[in-house]
């Protein structure tokens, strides 16, 4: 057994290293390397409110906004810095007014990442009262850069679970 691993051992020490490309695309070490913008419009669709297992099924659309503020908090590596204001309305009435702060990664020139802690106003319309709220907002999400100026934009988060199409 041993003698016909030989053979093998002495091919494999002969044949050049493999070298890992997965770290050439990548420009998180390179700071300020994304596209330049000043504003970013997100259309999207709402797949689930109070998260994407709502059991009731609520849909619906929204819009985000949000003005590019700076290059990051970290200066060694490639991230920016957003304020977000957003409209949300669900199929269940509701209507949700969210204020974020937006910190953004761009891992590759086709994909970023970012998170959203805020906060937002709801606004509920239910038969004989009308309820208004501040509640607590976390996302997390990806963009998919297909384009310099477009993104495909999944957010996951707290109370909503959209995708969009941002436009830089």
Request: proline fraction near 8%.
């Amino acid at each position: 057994m041993r003698r016909a691993l030989v053979p093998l051992v002495v091919i494999a020490a002969l044949l050049p290293p493999a070298v890992a490309r997965a770290d050439e695309h990548s420009i998180i070490r390179s700071p300020g390397d994304h596209p330049p913008y000043f504003f970013e419009a997100e259309p999207h669709l709402l797949v689930g409110y109070s998260g994407p297992f709502d059991s009731d099924g609520n849909f619906g659309v929204g819009f985000r906004g949000t003005f590019h503020i700076a290059n990051g908090f970290v200066p060694s590596i490639n991230d920016s810095v957003g304020v977000g204001v957003g409209f949300d309305l669900a199929t269940n009435g509701h209507v949700l007014i969210p204020i974020v702060m937006q910190w953004n990664f761009y891992l590759s020139r086709e994909w970023s990442v970012f998170g959203e802690p805020g906060l937002a106003v709801r606004y509920q319309s239910v038969p004989g009262a009308r309820n208004v709220n501040v509640d607590p907002q976390l996302y997390v999400g990806g963009r998919w850069h297909f384009s310099d100026q477009m993104t495909l934009t999944m957010r996951l988060g707290y109370p909503t679970f959209s995708v969009g199409v941002s436009f830089m």
